[in-house]
């Protein structure tokens, strides 16, 4: 966990599949409070992807909005997308 400690942004995944992108100043302590959670841990999350990211917030934002769109994480998808945009995507 030692190379999150940085930002960024992250999407845990459970057996390769993705189901919550966010982004952090520190992956490693956002992971480390999600994982912490009871609720979290019957998803059974085994696995992260992440891009470190240290430029300013409206690419960080950007950057976790792309992720989004193109790993449909089942647990934020939509919060991420505009109206227009939920048409077009059905899988979430």
């Given at each position: 966990l030692d190379e999150l400690e940085?930002?960024?942004?992250?999407?845990?995944?459970?057996?390769?599949?993705?189901?919550f992108a966010s982004e952090s100043d520190n992956m490693r302590a956002q992971l480390e409070?999600?994982?912490?959670?009871?609720?979290?841990a019957r998803i059974e999350p085994n696995s992260v992807k992440y891009v470190p990211?240290?430029?300013?917030l409206t690419r960080k934002y950007a950057?976790?909005?792309?992720?989004?769109?193109?790993?449909?994480?089942?647990?934020?998808?939509?919060?991420?997308?505009q109206d227009s945009e939920l048409r077009r995507f059905t899988k979430c």
């Open positions: 940085q930002p960024g942004v992250f999407l845990l995944c459970s057996n390769d599949i993705g189901f409070r999600v994982l912490s959670n009871e609720k979290w990211h240290r430029e300013d950057l976790k909005s792309a992720v989004a769109i193109r790993e449909h994480p089942s647990l934020n998808c939509r919060l991420l997308m």
